[in-house]
């Protein structure tokens, strides 16, 4: 199907049924560094562990928090204790490290073989005396960035209910963070200006700084956040009450989202995620429109970061991008990239759940339109082989795809950029856009330059033979 055959509505389609992405627990790179008190027990066979050392050696750059429970040949056939084992890696974990949360993580073989975790970690927990998590994080049923989600729905259910007052200041480090350096009376006079509206909590594991960009951008609105899931100790987890308003910033946080509607009772706020100025605006107005208040300066925000933009959108005007899918970010990377100036084709993605991402797919059934561009086919599941049929078809400027296709992809003669790296990389708020762009542009930039050079004639003929 070429671009001009693009239907003008959002249109869905299932291939295969078979997630290719990247192994979910690799989860683990990220959430230990983020939940400071937090050890996470990968349990599963040699496997699961040399891809955690050879897969996640390149992203950690400190003294990682997490280890393996292998499963050898003799536990598969039942011949060896469980409870035991665990026992013994649970009191080692707390006599080397002491930690305020063990996170077991579930692979493969744990759901092939049956293994309870959910039955054996609360007995467990009692007799060590450190509360046990347990996350299914397995290739089987979920895709890459999945992991996160399955461990902050875990956690979404030990959030406290309540809060001793002498405890409040010490509970709150994002107000902490925010007053920092301020003297009483200046943070009497910040905390003035907050519109007095419903708790809100946000979900979604983001480094720091970004943490604080966009919870200072809900304060310029007066808005206040009253805490993160998950926080950057296990002992801070935010407070949930009934009625309490929620809001995620990632798009592959559906099973935390349920679990915090159906089980905490919270209200969960459907906007776009802040991706993006575009994004980060739609968000923080769609948040302002909950609570009754009216935005201001956002107008002249966007425009400005917009602006600071051009050097980038001046490479990509104009050149069309194609999502194989991997991470669960696509719908929001393709709609940024299309209010770019760029056309997408297609937008291939591992998993879709249209309830929790429907502002955003409206978004970007919004932003096509307005750019009068065609929308593109959404896929859940693709099947490699027919995707990479429709690249030789539709040849895009630039695909982004996981990394066992890039390879085979730029040897003909095609623009990749992993998808895993925006999965790391800090994309979101207003002041992040310019890395979503150095790393879409990369590719381009750096192959404009070897033609220059003449190899773009080399590969070529390399290709041919």
Not at 53 to 60: C, D, K, S, T, W
Not at 112 to 119: F, R
Not at 221 to 236: D, N
Not at 375 to 397: F, M, T
């Amino acid at each position: 199907m070429t671009v001009a055959e693009q239907p003008e509505a959002l249109t869905f389609e299932c291939e295969t049924g078979n997630y290719h992405t990247f192994c979910p627990i690799s989860c683990v790179a990220w959430l230990y560094q983020k939940i400071e008190d937090s050890f996470f027990l990968v349990i599963g066979t040699k496997t699961c562990g040399y891809f955690l050392q050879n897969a996640m050696g390149v992203m950690i750059f400190a003294e990682p928090r997490y280890a393996m429970a292998e499963l050898e040949e003799g536990d598969i056939s039942a011949q060896l204790n469980d409870y035991e084992e665990l026992k013994r890696l649970c009191l080692q974990i707390k006599r080397d490290r002491n930690p305020s949360v063990i996170v077991w993580i579930g692979t493969c073989t744990t759901e092939i073989i049956k293994m309870d975790l959910e039955g054996l970690a609360p007995k467990l927990e009692g007799e060590i005396g450190i509360p046990i998590v347990v996350a299914r994080a397995n290739g089987l049923d979920y895709a890459f960035t999945q992991g996160e989600d399955t461990v902050l729905a875990a956690m979404a259910a030990r959030c406290p209910n309540k809060i001793i007052e002498s405890e409040k200041d010490e509970r709150n480090p994002i107000q902490k963070l925010l007053n920092f350096g301020q003297k009483k009376e200046d943070t009497d006079q910040a905390e003035s200006v907050f519109v007095d509206h419903p708790p809100l909590v946000l979900f979604g594991s983001l480094p720091d700084p970004v943490v604080t960009n966009l919870t200072l951008e809900l304060k310029k609105q007066g808005i206040q956040v009253s805490g993160w899931l998950p926080a950057k100790r296990y002992t801070e987890l935010p407070i949930l009450e009934e009625g309490y308003y929620v809001s995620g910033v990632n798009p592959f946080l559906s099973r935390t989202a349920s679990a915090l509607m159906r089980r905490r009772k919270c209200k969960l706020i459907g906007a776009p995620f802040p991706i993006g100025p575009d994004g980060t605006r739609a968000w923080i107005e769609k948040i302002c429109s909950v609570f009754g208040i009216e935005p201001k300066g956002l107008d002249e925000r966007e425009a400005q970061i917009w602006q600071n933009l051009e050097d980038y959108l001046q490479l990509i005007r104009g050149k069309s991008v194609f999502f194989m899918g991997d991470n669960l970010l696509e719908i929001s990377l393709a709609r940024f990239l299309i209010r770019c100036g760029m056309t997408c084709p297609e937008i291939g993605i591992p998993y879709m759940d249209k309830r929790y991402q429907k502002a955003e797919l409206d978004f970007l059934e919004k932003t096509c339109h307005e750019m009068g561009v065609s929308v593109p086919r959404i896929i859940e599941k693709p099947d490699n082989y027919n995707q990479l049929q429709r690249i030789h078809e539709i040849k895009p400027d630039l695909v982004i795809t996981g990394m066992a296709h890039a390879n085979p992809l730029e040897a003909r003669g095609i623009n990749t950029k992993w998808s895993v790296e925006f999965t790391f990389a800090q994309i979101h708020g207003f002041t992040n856009a310019r890395d979503i762009l150095e790393l879409v542009t990369r590719p381009l930039r750096r192959n404009n330059n070897l033609k220059d050079l003449g190899w773009d004639k080399l590969v070529a003929e390399e290709a041919q033979v």
